[in-house]
């Protein structure tokens, strides 16, 4: 089993639980007070984020003034644990306007319930896509008063869309005109010693993509690099997270 | 979902106490329970909220359990939500209550909203109320044939709850049956997966007792199926693939055809966003590679897939939050480890960047050590020297640990130890601390160096080293090279005055050793040093040290040439130092690749199951958190106890032929140690020394004057404790042993050293139990696997009625027992240790 997680615990920097949810009864809820003794009170910065204690394994993550912790009984998938972690981040910012912070889940109880809820089923991971779950969360993030929406009215065929594997896109979508625009935003750093060595360079690179495809075309896009990195390069942007 | 305990939590000061708060919801829920008038739906959602948040901050509002599910009699699906919410909180510590929920639950299960009919089921499922099953399985079966994809999904892992309550209502039910042909026919694929994910799981934990389950278990792994499966991965999302890409891992492909098949459907994979997926297929890969039964075949793919998932892993450590590239890169480590020679020219990648956590940055250093070869040493130990100069003192001292494990791997070490040598001249403690232990190392592999390292060895004042390990490599280097460092007996002899300040028994024993070392060869310039030395050795309260310095004196009374042979010996180059882990965990490690036993680097039976665990770990944890003003329930410990102590308490021959055989296997014993040469050389001499001991008597008398020795100085016998006499046959049944070892406080815990030969001897089964039952200490429980070991003993007093219960745990690899004793008569605890520790010691002596 990838991550059968037992239990989701956002504790603040204290260590005071914020929020939580049990998926499982594999483990004690005191469990999250070994956390506190000895993952936190050790102070040790850069800690690794896994770690055992008991029979069970933390696998947890800093961000802003919140830890998330996942606490897992069995031998679980890690990569898997943190991924599912970072995506739940980002579907939280979207509901809060940005923001990700202990004051933001003070505000937020119910919305963040209703959340774990539904992107973790018995500590599996369910559909973590905001796109998605915007349409039938009933709570509106009280970050964001601007987005008004019509809310405890699902859409229609919401939940046939719950489940679906292209979490991006609504499906039934047509335009006029089938247009794709594409921005290649790529920045070079360069850090060099005073004696004018480069001590490290590299550069990053963003495809940002405006997209009026009808329906649900596979899109492939070719970079062509005379450079030679070849296949590599041959990237295929939307169905590249199928 | 256990109510959030309340006590579990700190209540600040600035939190409501609670009290009034929720009387005062209680009679406002009351209110608006019967209202119908308009906009009453908004000021319930305001108050539910409340309920909400005082549930979560830890105020206890099951008090409003009624009011809450009077107020749900409505349609309005954001207040149903909240009452689920509420409702699956305290239902598990309000059986009674929970009935309440029950109607209401079913009524909307029958719901025509789809969204209203899966969250009313998923709040059934998760009331984990063990009397109240026989309500979920009319909803759940109609669940699962809900012609909404959505409440489909939720009855299918509703199932896999069920099953947890109460397995047998699930199998009867023949859920599982249902969920077989639900999962091959559905046309929605989380339906699919979450039915896999509940089969899998149903089926392992049914197969330990049903035949037919194993066979069911065997079925997901069929060709056909998995065919079915990987053809359709990309109809699934991210996690369920990773789900499939597991399942995938267990099958065992056919032929070469079948498996390139695969890994062309599967290529594209490893260009996926999600980490997890990507590490899922690269473990597919792997085994699909060892399944080859050509041998070149199989050589060319291990090679081409190396080649094939760098790139992507490289990638993904690049990307992505240091905890997700902490994961990926501790995969890359193993199979950096593995095939060091692959990612050789790819060594830019792991050097450390200044702002990645320390996790990361020791990682990626184990990596540059692995992958150092002729081309690329250079670069690397270029790297590495920038590194010792980082703030981050940990990575410090690794990065120079680094460079050491390098220079000990290469043979051409030249650079290298200018590069070390260069170290110590930076000055700064650690650094230096750090680089001697290395030099050490270093000139115990490649002796020809000494003559450069001890010219500028011998400029470091000892008085600027603290650290134990530190000094004990100078004063090892002194001892060793003292004909070559002028002023070596000067430097030990001052030393050796200051051996009261002395806190570390590490170094007061490396000083016996190096002042003996150094007596043989400059005797005249060490020779009072050495007095000193073996004197306060001989006083010393350690017992290793009092234990070698008495030695020591002996051997120089009976003869200084055996003596001289003994602990100087013509110097040896190591040429390999000990590698901790065994080949055969490595490679246990490596099929559970993409799991926790990477990261930890052990198997995952160390760590999951209880045994080697070791059982009162848990307990322990808990002691040490009790500073928290409330810990909220001992019974989970409780629970553990008895868990282990079941587990323990199976018969003890069954499980001791498992523990021979696991022994047998494993290199549990390797002693990198030179001390433990020393003492095994220590006991030849002992045994065939009194044969010539009459020609030298007169001699050695001289000796003792000459090193300025009173007699007084021979040790004093330490006084005996009163001895405790044990009970033959005594007997206890386990069941007596298990209440009385909950019962009973821990009066003793005591760590031994083991002998070598009892180590030796614990691979045969049984032979420590008839052992100690030959010192009148019974066995009543064994358990473990190389290198721990775990037995319980008890014992009775002689005369008297009172026991002693003793846990025993045995590290084969660190020769170390660990004893913690627990007895009716707490004050005689001690003498029966002394008992245990004496009887102990015999194990395995002819």
């Given at each position: 089993m990838p991550v059968a997680a037992s239990a989701i615990y956002f504790l603040n920097l204290r260590g005071d639980v914020l929020i939580n949810r049990t998926y499982r009864d594999d483990v004690g809820g005191n469990m999250v007070d070994a956390f506190r003794t000895h993952i936190m009170q050790t102070k040790e910065l850069g800690n690794c984020p896994v770690r055992q204690i008991g029979g069970c394994s933390f696998v947890y993550m800093r961000i802003s003034n919140v830890y998330i912790v996942i606490v897992v009984s069995s031998n679980a998938n890690v990569a898997c644990g943190f991924k599912f972690v970072v995506e739940a981040v980002a579907l939280f910012k979207s509901y809060f306007g940005g923001a990700f912070d202990e004051d933001a889940i003070k505000n937020n109880f119910v919305l963040i319930y209703e959340l774990l809820d539904e992107i973790m089923d018995f500590g599996y991971p369910q559909n973590l896509s905001p796109e998605i779950l915007k349409l039938y969360i009933t709570q509106e993030g009280v970050r964001s008063p601007f987005s008004s929406k019509p809310k405890d009215k699902p859409v229609p065929n919401a939940t046939l869309q719950v489940t679906g594997a292209v979490g991006w896109r609504r499906e039934g979508l047509s335009y006029k005109k089938n247009e794709v625009f594409l921005d290649i935003v790529e920045s070079v750093n360069l850090l060099m010693s005073s004696k004018g060595n480069v001590l490290r360079c590299d550069v990053t690179g963003k495809v940002l993509m405006k997209c009026f495809l009808s329906g649900m075309p596979d899109l492939k896009l070719g970079l062509n690099d005379k450079l030679g990195?070849?296949?590599?390069?041959?990237m295929k942007s939307r169905p590249a997270k199928r | 979902m256990p109510p959030p305990a309340a006590s579990s939590r700190y209540p600040s000061p600035s939190q409501p106490s609670g009290k009034s708060e929720v009387t005062d919801l209680k009679s406002q829920l009351r209110q608006l329970a019967g209202s119908r008038a308009p906009g009453v739906d908004d000021s319930k959602r305001d108050l539910f909220k409340k309920v909400i948040s005082y549930m979560t901050i830890g105020i206890d509002v099951s008090s409003v359990f009624g009011e809450m599910v009077m107020c749900s009699a409505t349609s309005d699906i954001v207040l149903k939500k909240m009452c689920y919410l509420y409702v699956g909180n305290y239902a598990k510590g309000n059986p009674d209550l929970s009935l309440l929920t029950i109607n209401f639950l079913q009524r909307d299960c029958k719901d025509e909203d789809p969204m209203i009919r899966g969250l009313a089921l998923r709040s059934l499922c998760s009331l984990r109320v063990p009397n109240l099953v026989e309500y979920l399985l009319g909803p759940l079966g109609s669940g699962l044939k809900d012609n909404n994809s959505y409440v489909r999904t939720i009855a299918v892992t509703g199932v896999l709850k069920l099953y947890h309550i109460s397995a047998s209502t699930c199998i009867d039910a023949e859920f599982p049956a249902t969920l077989k042909s639900l999962m091959l026919h559905d046309s929605d694929a989380q339906v699919v997966a979450n039915c896999l994910a509940a089969l899998q799981e149903i089926w392992s934990l049914e197969a330990s007792h049903s035949e037919e389950a194993c066979r069911e278990k065997e079925s997901l792994l069929s060709k056909p199926l998995i065919y079915y499966f990987l053809n359709r991965i990309k109809e699934f999302n991210e996690w369920a693939q990773c789900l499939i890409l597991e399942l995938a891992v267990k099958y065992v492909p056919s032929d070469s055809n079948d498996i390139f098949d695969i890994m062309n459907l599967l290529e594209d994979r490893l260009q996926h966003a999600n980490g997890a997926v990507v590490l899922a297929t690269v473990k597919v890969f792997l085994q699909l590679t060892l399944s080859m039964t050509d041998v070149h075949q199989q050589v060319c793919a291990i090679v081409s897939v190396y080649e094939r998932i760098k790139s992507p892993l490289l990638t993904l450590v690049s990307s992505g939050s240091p905890e997700q590239s902490y994961a990926i890169l501790s995969h890359l480590h193993l199979l950096v480890v593995r095939a060091p020679f692959i990612f050789a020219s790819d060594y830019k990648h792991f050097y450390c960047q200044y702002n990645e956590p320390s996790y990361v940055k020791k990682l990626k250093l184990e990596m540059l050590t692995a992958i150092a070869n002729e081309s690329n040493t250079y670069e690397i130990v270029t790297e590495l020297c920038e590194y010792a100069a980082n703030v981050d003192i940990e990575i410090a001292r690794e990065s120079i640990r680094a460079v050491g494990k390098i220079a000990l791997q290469q043979y051409d070490v030249n650079a290298i130890v200018d590069r070390l040598l260069q170290f110590l001249e930076m000055e700064k403690d650690y650094v230096t601390a750090e680089t001697l232990v290395l030099v050490k190392d270093l000139l115990r592999k490649h002796p020809q160096w000494s003559h450069d390292c001890i010219s500028v060895v011998g400029g470091i004042s000892s008085k600027n080293i603290q650290e134990p390990k530190a000094k004990a490599a100078l004063i090892w280097m002194l001892g060793e090279y003292a004909q070559d460092m002028s002023d070596a007996p000067y430097i030990l002899e001052n030393l050796i005055e200051n051996w009261e300040e002395e806190h570390s028994a590490e170094v007061r024993l490396h000083l016996l050793t190096a002042a003996m070392k150094c007596f043989f060869k400059r005797a005249p310039e060490t020779q009072k040093a050495l007095g000193i030395a073996l004197a306060a050795g001989i006083a010393d309260f350690h017992q290793d040290v009092h234990d070698r310095a008495l030695f020591y004196y002996r051997v120089l009374q009976y003869d200084v040439h055996v003596a001289e042979s003994v602990v100087s010996p013509p110097q040896q180059a190591v040429s390999a130092f000990a590698d901790t882990q065994s080949s055969e965990i490595k490679d246990r490690i490596f099929d559970e690749f993409n799991s926790l036993s990477v990261i930890y680097q052990k198997p995952s039976y160390m760590f999951t199951d209880k045994e080697h665990r070791g059982p009162f770990e848990f307990s322990e944890e808990l002691g040490s958190t009790s500073i928290t003003p409330e810990v909220s329930s001992d019974i989970v410990p409780a629970q553990q106890f008895e868990a282990n102590d079941k587990d323990l308490l199976l018969s003890t021959d069954e499980k001791d032929d498992n523990k021979g055989l696991s022994s047998n296997n494993c290199s549990a014993y390797t002693a990198p140690y030179e001390s433990s040469n020393i003492s095994s050389q220590m006991q030849e001499l002992a045994i065939s020394g009194p044969a010539a001991s009459a020609t030298t008597t007169q001699s050695s008398f001289d000796f003792d004057d000459l090193l300025g020795l009173g007699l007084s100085a021979a040790p004093a016998p330490t006084p005996s404790p009163p001895l405790l006499k044990l009970n033959p046959r005594a007997s206890l049944d386990p069941r007596a042993f298990q209440q009385k070892w909950r019962q009973l406080p821990i009066s003793l815990t005591q760590e031994y050293s083991v002998n070598p030969q009892g180590i030796a001897a614990l691979t045969v089964p049984q032979s420590l139990i008839k052992h100690m039952q030959s010192h009148s200490i019974h066995c009543i429980a064994s358990g473990g696997q190389s290198p721990n070991f775990k037995f319980f003993f008890f014992a009775q007093k002689e005369a008297e009625p009172s026991d002693y219960l003793t846990e025993c745990i045995i590290n084969s690899s660190s020769a170390k027992a660990q004893i913690k004793v627990k007895a009716d008569d707490q004050s005689t605890s001690q003498a029966f240790a002394t008992v245990f520790e004496t009887a102990l010691s015999k194990f395995g002596m002819p």
């Open positions: 990195l070849e296949k590599e390069s041959e | -």
